[in-house]
Protein backbone atom coordinates (compact mmCIF):
# COMPACT_ATOMS: atom_id res chain seq x y z
CA UNK A 1 0.00 0.00 0.00
CA UNK A 2 1.02 3.67 -0.56
CA UNK A 3 -0.22 7.10 -0.14
CA UNK A 4 -3.11 8.39 -1.85
CA UNK A 5 -2.14 10.49 -4.82
CA UNK A 6 -4.27 13.21 -5.95
CA UNK A 7 -4.96 15.37 -9.01
CA UNK A 8 -4.87 18.59 -7.38
CA UNK A 9 -7.65 20.10 -10.20
CA UNK A 10 -8.95 16.82 -12.24
CA UNK A 11 -11.55 19.01 -13.93
CA UNK A 12 -8.91 21.65 -15.18
CA UNK A 13 -6.18 18.53 -15.89
CA UNK A 14 -8.31 16.30 -17.16
CA UNK A 15 -6.36 13.82 -15.50
CA UNK A 16 -7.49 10.83 -13.39
CA UNK A 17 -6.65 9.49 -10.18
CA UNK A 18 -6.85 5.96 -9.16
CA UNK A 19 -6.54 4.18 -6.03
CA UNK A 20 -6.86 -0.07 -6.52
CA UNK A 21 -7.37 -2.37 -4.29
CA UNK A 22 -7.11 -6.18 -5.27
CA UNK A 23 -8.18 -9.38 -2.69
CA UNK A 24 -6.07 -12.25 -3.81
CA UNK A 25 -8.36 -15.41 -4.41
CA UNK A 26 -6.47 -18.66 -4.21
CA UNK A 27 -7.08 -21.01 -7.06
CA UNK A 28 -5.06 -24.19 -6.24
CA UNK A 29 -2.09 -22.42 -5.28
CA UNK A 30 -2.33 -19.60 -8.13
CA UNK A 31 -3.34 -16.55 -6.84
CA UNK A 32 -5.28 -14.58 -9.11
CA UNK A 33 -4.92 -10.57 -9.05
CA UNK A 34 -6.30 -9.07 -11.90
CA UNK A 35 -5.86 -5.86 -10.80
CA UNK A 36 -2.53 -5.94 -9.66
CA UNK A 37 -1.45 -7.62 -13.24
CA UNK A 38 -2.87 -4.68 -15.10
CA UNK A 39 -1.19 -1.91 -12.94
CA UNK A 40 1.67 -3.67 -12.93
CA UNK A 41 1.95 -3.31 -16.99
CA UNK A 42 0.25 0.00 -17.20
CA UNK A 43 2.76 3.10 -17.53
CA UNK A 44 2.33 7.01 -17.39
CA UNK A 45 -0.17 7.89 -20.85
CA UNK A 46 -1.41 4.65 -21.32
CA UNK A 47 -5.27 4.71 -22.19
CA UNK A 48 -7.94 3.22 -20.38
CA UNK A 49 -11.74 2.98 -20.45
CA UNK A 50 -13.76 4.56 -17.44
CA UNK A 51 -17.28 3.59 -16.39
CA UNK A 52 -19.60 5.83 -14.59
CA UNK A 53 -19.99 7.72 -13.00
CA UNK A 54 -22.93 6.27 -11.16
CA UNK A 55 -25.10 8.56 -8.74
CA UNK A 56 -23.79 9.10 -5.89
CA UNK A 57 -24.49 9.38 -2.45
CA UNK A 58 -24.66 13.11 -1.17
CA UNK A 59 -24.23 13.23 2.94
CA UNK A 60 -25.71 16.86 4.29
CA UNK A 61 -22.99 18.43 5.55
CA UNK A 62 -25.12 19.83 8.74
CA UNK A 63 -24.52 16.69 10.92
CA UNK A 64 -22.35 17.42 14.17
CA UNK A 65 -20.10 14.66 13.56
CA UNK A 66 -19.45 11.61 11.34
CA UNK A 67 -18.17 8.10 12.64
CA UNK A 68 -16.47 6.74 9.32
CA UNK A 69 -15.46 2.57 9.40
CA UNK A 70 -13.91 1.02 6.45
CA UNK A 71 -11.42 -1.71 5.71
CA UNK A 72 -8.69 -1.07 2.47
CA UNK A 73 -10.33 -1.04 0.22
CA UNK A 74 -12.35 2.17 1.52
CA UNK A 75 -9.15 4.07 2.38
CA UNK A 76 -9.38 6.01 -1.25
CA UNK A 77 -13.05 7.34 -0.51
CA UNK A 78 -12.27 7.64 3.41
CA UNK A 79 -9.72 10.02 1.87
CA UNK A 80 -11.62 11.79 0.10
CA UNK A 81 -14.03 12.20 3.30
CA UNK A 82 -11.63 13.61 5.24
CA UNK A 83 -9.96 16.04 2.84
CA UNK A 84 -13.55 17.41 2.19
CA UNK A 85 -14.12 17.79 5.66
CA UNK A 86 -14.85 20.90 6.76
CA UNK A 87 -12.78 22.46 9.16
CA UNK A 88 -13.60 21.89 12.69
CA UNK A 89 -15.86 19.02 12.25
CA UNK A 90 -15.48 15.93 14.39
CA UNK A 91 -14.93 12.84 12.36
CA UNK A 92 -13.94 9.37 14.09
CA UNK A 93 -11.84 6.93 11.70
CA UNK A 94 -11.76 3.62 12.14
CA UNK A 95 -9.99 1.76 9.67
CA UNK A 96 -9.02 -1.95 9.17
CA UNK A 97 -5.48 -2.81 7.35
CA UNK A 98 -3.51 -6.21 6.89
CA UNK A 99 -0.74 -4.55 8.95
CA UNK A 100 1.11 -1.36 10.48
CA UNK A 101 2.49 -1.22 6.96
CA UNK A 102 -0.63 -0.38 5.07
CA UNK A 103 -0.99 2.57 7.32
CA UNK A 104 -1.43 6.10 5.31
CA UNK A 105 -1.23 9.66 6.01
CA UNK A 106 -4.39 11.29 5.42
CA UNK A 107 -4.78 15.11 5.77
CA UNK A 108 -8.08 16.62 7.21
CA UNK A 109 -8.67 20.33 7.66
CA UNK A 110 -11.70 18.55 10.15
CA UNK A 111 -11.43 17.62 14.27
CA UNK A 112 -10.21 14.16 13.20
CA UNK A 113 -9.41 10.76 15.53
CA UNK A 114 -8.40 7.61 13.41
CA UNK A 115 -7.31 4.73 14.63
CA UNK A 116 -5.65 2.17 12.75
CA UNK A 117 -7.17 -1.53 13.26
CA UNK A 118 -4.21 -3.97 11.77
CA UNK A 119 -5.50 -7.58 10.88
CA UNK A 120 -1.80 -9.28 11.41
CA UNK A 121 -2.80 -12.30 9.46
CA UNK A 122 -6.68 -12.92 10.63
CA UNK A 123 -9.13 -12.90 7.21
CA UNK A 124 -10.56 -9.53 5.94
CA UNK A 125 -13.94 -11.19 5.21
CA UNK A 126 -14.07 -11.92 8.54
CA UNK A 127 -15.96 -10.18 11.87
CA UNK A 128 -13.21 -8.52 13.27
CA UNK A 129 -11.87 -5.34 14.78
CA UNK A 130 -13.86 -3.07 13.17
CA UNK A 131 -17.20 -4.56 14.71
CA UNK A 132 -15.21 -4.29 18.00
CA UNK A 133 -14.42 -0.81 17.28
CA UNK A 134 -18.15 -0.15 16.74
CA UNK A 135 -19.49 -1.72 19.63
CA UNK A 136 -16.59 -0.01 22.14
CA UNK A 137 -16.44 3.29 20.22
CA UNK A 138 -16.83 6.15 22.69
CA UNK A 139 -20.33 8.40 22.26
CA UNK A 140 -20.12 11.10 19.90
CA UNK A 141 -22.31 13.96 21.26
CA UNK A 142 -24.89 15.45 18.69
CA UNK A 143 -26.50 13.91 15.45
CA UNK A 144 -23.41 11.23 14.17
CA UNK A 145 -23.72 10.16 10.75
CA UNK A 146 -22.34 6.53 10.27
CA UNK A 147 -20.19 5.91 7.30
CA UNK A 148 -19.06 2.19 6.89
CA UNK A 149 -17.60 0.35 3.53
CA UNK A 150 -16.06 -3.12 3.80
CA UNK A 151 -16.72 -7.02 2.51
CA UNK A 152 -20.61 -6.64 1.92
CA UNK A 153 -22.01 -8.92 5.01
CA UNK A 154 -19.99 -6.88 7.35
CA UNK A 155 -21.31 -3.68 5.91
CA UNK A 156 -24.88 -5.12 6.57
CA UNK A 157 -24.07 -6.60 9.80
CA UNK A 158 -22.97 -3.40 10.79
CA UNK A 159 -26.09 -1.65 9.57
CA UNK A 160 -28.03 -3.62 11.69
CA UNK A 161 -26.43 -3.52 15.00
CA UNK A 162 -26.78 0.48 14.40
CA UNK A 163 -30.24 0.68 13.50
CA UNK A 164 -31.32 -1.93 16.88
CA UNK A 165 -29.18 0.42 18.57
CA UNK A 166 -31.81 3.52 17.51
CA UNK A 167 -29.68 5.23 15.13
CA UNK A 168 -31.87 6.11 12.32
CA UNK A 169 -31.39 4.74 8.87
CA UNK A 170 -31.18 7.83 7.16
CA UNK A 171 -28.01 8.41 9.40
CA UNK A 172 -26.02 5.62 8.42
CA UNK A 173 -24.57 4.53 4.89
CA UNK A 174 -23.24 0.71 4.66
CA UNK A 175 -21.82 0.09 1.37
CA UNK A 176 -20.58 -3.65 0.72
CA UNK A 177 -16.87 -2.65 -1.29
CA UNK A 178 -16.52 -6.25 -1.97
CA UNK A 179 -18.17 -9.65 -1.53
CA UNK A 180 -16.07 -12.86 -0.50
CA UNK A 181 -16.47 -15.91 -2.27
CA UNK A 182 -17.45 -18.78 0.39
Known amino acids: AGGMQQVAEPHATQELGADAVGHGVDHGGAVVRRIHMHAERARPGDAIAVGGPRASFVVADDFDAYRILGDETALPAIGRWLEELPPGRRAQVFVEIPGDADRQDL ?74 AA
Not at 123 to 130: D, V, W, Y
Not at 131 to 156: K, M, N, Y
Open 107 to 180: ASRGDVAITWLPRDGAPAHAEGRLEQALRTAAPIAGDVFHWIACESRRARAMRKALEEAGVPGDWIRATGYWKH
